[in-house]
T-cell receptor
């Protein structure tokens, strides 16, 4: 079974631009979560989608948004990029994302550099 | 959110056991404890998780304190391939799949 895939793997943008990152979960997984990883803040939860609905949201500004499609694929968008948005963006999928005891499977991440 | 704290780094010798500690004094009785590890340029990889009792799988063992304020990830025989950053994370039953990660422990395995 194929793992979680994320595209693109690397991205360079300039301040003020916007960016869209894509995630394809493991087949059969319906929950997709996004995390931001930086040296200073570590791994931080952005949001989670299930059945095309945002079910959980972390403490990030509204410039960070996402969506999920009917095939469970997900995208996240960051508008008006700032230098501090430079990070590794990770996507994780699980079957239902319920109850806290499910294993999450992470993709390799998209490394975003904002200049 | 539940907060987890871990030592920044630990060292071990190859083929010796490694005990990686995590403090999570603020978790509730229904919050799971997860461990993931991350190699450079890769996403986190699931290691093990548990709720109350100790757990074993082919990769590691998880020992959860009786009061659930701390846990220990046990690698029974460290190999060079086990060198990674190990993250302890909590998932609240009420928040579904959302994981709150600690800062991670960089494990160095000496040959």
């Amino acid at each position: 079974k194929a793992g979680v895939t994320q595209t693109p793997r690397y991205l360079i943008k300039t301040r003020g631009q916007q960016v869209t990152l894509s995630c394809s979960p493991i087949s059969g997984h319906r929950s997709v979560s996004w995390y931001q990883q930086t040296p200073g803040q570590g791994l931080q939860f952005l949001f989670e989608y299930f059945s095309e609905t945002q079910r959980n949201k972390g403490n990030f500004p509204g410039r960070f948004s996402g969506r999920q499609f009917s095939n469970s694929r997900s995208e996240m968008n960051v508008s008006t990029l700032e230098l501090g948005d430079s990070a590794l963006y990770l996507c994780a999928s699980s079957f239902t994302g319920l109850a806290g005891g499910e294993t999450q499977y992470f993709g390799p991440g998209t490394r975003l550099l904002v200049l | 959110d539940a907060k987890t704290t871990q030592p920044n780094s630990m060292e071990s010798n190859e083929e010796e056991p490694v005990h990686l500690p995590c403090n999570h004094s603020t978790i509730s009785g229904t919050d799971y404890i997860h461990w993931y590890r991350q190699l450079p340029s890769q996403g986190p990889e699931y290691v093990i998780h548990g709720l109350t009792s100790n757990v074993n799988n082919r990769m590691a063992s998880l020992a959860i304190a009786e009061d659930r304020k701390s846990s220990t990830l046990i690698l029974h025989r460290a190999t060079l391939r086990d060198a990674a950053v190990y993250y302890c994370a909590a998932s609240l039953r009420t928040s579904g799949s959302r994981l709150t990660f600690g800062e991670g422990t960089q494990l160095t395995v000496n040959p």
